[in-house]
């Protein structure tokens, strides 16, 4: 599949999710325990992502490095309220700063 | 009530209330558009092109969304991966869809735009109004503003990532697991929310040393099922889909 065959096709499945919210009966999603999983998704896959991102290695598992530590300084900017781009920014300069010192 | 809400429809807002919704809408707008940098400069450091960033925030226009279809797509993980995750974490939007045409009352190509629009930020300051005309007007104008913004700071992003050279010597790495943790960071506050946190954390540890990229992440969200379907004595937990916004 091509990059821009994929992009098209995430575009559209987002779009058509928003309009069906505009368009289904909220009654079909009233059920508790189905509220609470899709609550819930946007939690457990966010987690999974700053797994990923921290500790993936290029060839596949997993791996400490630099962004680890970023990671870190980003979770101390939300700590302290930080607005999203400063956590974003603090995050990619702590991990610059270290691999300009030379720590991978 | 249906009277009542057509009227309040045409009625205009007094100066004051219009103000503080206008204001409202166009710094969050503004805020929240201004991180579509980093979001431009990760797409490019993900292997997309300028074109393929500025097309995800124009068509799929939802950030968790964007964020996580490059994330995939960097990690070297499949295009199918990349739309089912971006997928998942677009159901959200779904949910604002149903609790913002209670006071929408759009037709046609006017609730396909409003469809479009529907994202975190647009919501959140919708609901938050006192009357439907100020609902009405926080939703479409925080809307347009981010939209406007987030498309804009999405093509500088990409055109300063491709200017940039090797992601990782700036950190757009990290920048990427920071950007994730500060999505993550307001939905945190429920016992539930810790409980799937952590059941995703060792989902992910344990799958990612031997499947493929891309698909972690997607057992991961077993963890929201496992925890939202949990039998509990007192059935009346919350888990509205209102408690999920605020978070960009």
Known sequence: ?104 | MQHEEDESRRGELDAATRTSVLRQAWSVGIATGAYGISFGALGVASGLSVWQSCALSLLMFTGGSQFAFVGVIGAGGTGVAAIATATLLGIRNGLYGLQVSEFLHDRGWQRAMAAHLTIDESTAVGIAQPSVRASQVGFWQTGIAVFLFWNLFTLVGAFLGNALGDPRRWGLDAAAAAAFVALLWPRLHSRDAAATAAAAVVLTVVVAPWAPAGIPVLVAALAAVAVGLWPRPKDAAPGRPADDRGAP
């Open chain 1, 1 to 104: 599949m091509t990059l821009w065959l994929a992009v098209l096709a995430a575009c559209a499945l987002a779009f058509l999710t928003k309009l069906a919210g505009h368009y289904v009966p909220s009654s079909r999603l009233e059920g508790r325990r189905m509220r609470r999983v899709t609550a819930l998704l946007p939690v457990a896959l966010l987690t999974s992502l700053v797994v990923v991102q921290t500790f993936g290695a290029s060839g596949g598992g997993l791996t400490v490095d630099a962004r680890l530590v970023g990671l870190g300084a980003a979770v101390l900017a939300l700590l302290a309220r930080a607005p999203f781009i400063v956590v974003v920014i603090i995050g990619a300069a702590v991990a610059a700063g270290l691999r300009a010192l030379g720590w991978n």
